[in-house]
């Protein structure tokens, strides 16, 4: 079965610094991966995705993600935050046979400050 | 329009009542999903449908009843619910899933609260 787990509900970062939100992952086939972002009162929108291409996937609004199967990672970094980076970030991995039935992490929240 | 609409945003309701939840998607899909989003709680996918027809029924109660009567629009009637059945119900399509491309194109979300 498949699974995700999102280390830490709550990052909170100060603007310019480095963003970094933890994901790791179980998976009996080899995974798709995703990224998916939510801000307030909105539904959720793709971020970036791995689909067993490009270890190191880019996204948008300056977001990247890199997959590392020895450590069952996918890790979402952003060099610099920004203030409209604030918002819910979601993990999601692939269910096994279940094309695109996702299975999703609980979620980090990521505060900006000045 | 934007791509997945979902109707009400808010909607609460007695645990006696009668509703449904609204999505109609406007991109061409023909897969389309509702998710349940509750606090604290990673989202929980309730029912996907494939072609009108459903695929998946992830053991939700049947209180929740899905209708898909075309591609582009998806329904959800509640009936007789519990206040732990308050949430945010986010619906999403997808190009046919034949493929994992993993691209769920989501709604706004309906927020539900049962009193």
């Known amino acids: 079965a498949q699974s995700v787990t999102q280390l830490g509900s709550h990052v909170s970062v100060s603007e310019g610094a480095l963003v970094l939100l933890r994901c790791n992952y179980s998976s009996s086939v080899p995974p798709y991966l995703f990224w998916y972002v939510q801000y307030p009162n909105q539904g959720l929108q793709l971020l970036l995705k791995y689909t067993s291409a490009a270890t190191l996937v880019k996204g948008i609004n300056g977001f990247e993600a890199e997959f590392k199967k020895s450590e069952t990672s996918f890790h979402l970094t952003k060099p610099s935050a920004h203030m409209s980076d604030a918002a819910e970030y979601f993990c999601?991995?692939?269910?096994?046979?279940?094309?695109?039935?996702?299975?999703f992490g609980a979620g980090t929240r990521l505060a900006v400050h000045p | 329009e934007t791509g997945v609409t979902q109707t009400p945003r808010h909607l609460v309701m007695g645990m006696t009542n009668k509703k449904s939840l609204k999505c109609e998607q406007h991109?061409?899909?023909?897969?389309m999903y509702w998710y349940k989003q509750s606090a604290k709680k990673p989202l929980e996918l309730m029912f996907v449908y494939n072609f009108k027809e459903q695929t998946e029924n992830n053991s939700v109660p049947s209180r929740f009843s899905p209708e898909c009567p075309n591609s582009s629009h998806l329904f959800l009637h509640l009936h007789t619910l519990q206040p732990e059945d308050s949430a945010l119900y986010l619906c999403?399509?997808?190009?046919?899933?034949?493929?994992?491309?993993?691209?769920?194109?989501f709604g706004e979300g309906s927020r539900l609260t049962v009193l």
């Open positions: 999403a399509s997808s190009q046919d899933g034949g493929r994992r491309t993993g691209e769920l194109f």
């Open positions: 999601a991995v692939t269910a096994s046979g279940g094309y695109n039935k996702l299975i």
């Open positions: 991109l061409g899909h023909n897969a």
